[in-house]
């Protein structure tokens, strides 16, 4: 049998107000019998003596009439007693009852343990289960949604426990953990933001090594791509120029009249300063945060006595920015202006950044910043770590007013 249309509308209303609670309610939810049918779409004569009688024929539902005129209903009531059975006509489950199974969910989760990283998983999982129990969601992660909360916290441990190898297609990432091809990707938001509650900052499926398929690298400066067939495709004149992959894998070599290439890790900002003051043009500006296949191509078909700088944030994720291109290359890389300050307002490490600097520390290839990192560890700050707030280049071009 069809649903009336006041009764859905009623539902509707009686979910948005009280359908995610899990505490008992104290009071009858009901409604102005008026404003439902005009919300319903009820308006002739005829359909509202309809809806009327199939209010009274309910038997779950108490009709407020009025005083004198008996035959007006003014409004809807529905008791306390009857909330399951307007749940159960709807398909829906009682908030308590979702409660217990996202608990359950949480539980079983905890009981896994992790592979990598034990204690910021178990972390996570009890943080969650306070939550839910008391009836508060931690976004991503909804109690109200059990189904969904199981498979994101799979997803995310999933994702967590492997070392991805840089470069890592997302779509085959996607299929590898069990998703479909593109599962990450029409989700990555929520995916990401799963993995910083996990690890207490942002993480970037990017971070773990995944690229799309379709990456480039923005450049700003002098530069000429070599062809197999004797062809060249020289980019020199331009302001900025976006180069795919797919052409950067089909060179043969890259040619550049600059004197140095200095990557950067914030695009939107940083980078576009840079590329301003690079009046001279004896600079080749690339934008680069982890680096992707296209990346690792314009790095291995520059010259190699193209001198490398990179500029960067200075938290731990940046430093470990700067040890991926340093393995990436036997160029040598060097640090541009990536010096620990220190701020008023701390900005403590998570246990992912200590976990992340302790590897750090222990790598031979970052020994010529270990101080930087040694002060990290010493005031168990990130400290003024964006690249940002050291503001705008001088205009002109190399060192810009280093």
């Not at 933001?193 to 900052?201: K, V």
């Not at 430093?319 to 990536?338: D, G, N, Y």
């Amino acid at each position: 049998m069809k649903t009336p249309a006041w009764l859905a509308e009623f539902h509707r209303r009686w979910h948005a107000a009280r359908g995610k609670r899990v505490a008992a309610s104290r009071r009858a939810f009901s409604v102005d019998w008026v404003i439902l049918l005009d919300a319903a779409g009820i308006t002739s004569a005829e359909d509202q003596a309809t809806a009327a009688r199939e209010a009274e024929a309910c038997g779950q539902l108490v009709l407020k009439r009025h005083r004198y005129r008996t035959y007006l209903i003014e409004r809807v009531t529905l008791p306390l007693a009857s909330e399951p059975w307007l749940i159960e006509g709807f398909g829906g489950t009682a908030g308590v009852d979702l409660q217990a199974s996202a608990l359950d969910v949480v539980a079983g989760f905890s009981h896994l343990g992790h592979s990598r990283f034990p204690l910021e998983w178990a972390a996570v999982c009890e943080s969650l289960r306070e939550a839910f129990s008391q009836g508060r969601s931690l976004r991503p992660f909804h109690w109200s949604h059990p189904e969904m909360l199981r498979r994101l916290l799979d997803v995310v441990k999933k994702l967590s426990e492997r070392e991805w190898p840089t470069g890592t297609l997302i779509r085959a990432a996607s299929v590898e953990i069990g998703l479909d091809s593109k599962e990450l990707e029409r989700h990555q938001r929520t995916f990401e933001s799963g993995l910083a509650r996990l690890f207490g900052t942002e993480v970037s499926l990017k971070s773990l090594g995944l690229a799309a398929g379709d990456s480039h690298v923005e450049l700003h400066g002098p530069v000429c791509l070599h062809f197999p067939d004797g062809i060249a495709h020289d980019f020199d004149g331009l302001t900025n120029v976006l180069i795919s992959a797919a052409d950067l894998a089909r060179c043969s070599s890259i040619s550049t009249t600059a004197e140095r290439l200095l990557s950067i890790e914030n695009r939107k900002t940083t980078f576009r300063q840079y590329a301003a003051a690079n009046q001279d043009r004896r600079t080749l500006i690339a934008s680069t945060s982890f680096p992707t296949h296209a990346f690792h191509d314009l790095m291995k078909k520059l010259p190699f006595s193209l001198p490398h700088y990179h500029f960067g944030d200075t938290d731990p994720a940046g430093w470990q920015i700067l040890l991926k291109l340093r393995k990436s290359t036997p160029r040598p890389v060097e640090a541009f202006r990536m010096k620990f300050r220190s701020r008023e307002a701390r900005s403590p490490l998570t246990p992912y950044d200590q976990q992340l600097l302790s590897k750090l520390l222990a790598t031979p290839l970052l020994a010529d910043v270990r101080a930087e990192l040694e002060s990290i560890a010493e005031y168990q700050d990130r400290g003024d770590f964006e690249q940002e707030t050291l503001g705008p280049p001088a205009p002109g071009g190399w060192p810009f007013g280093r």
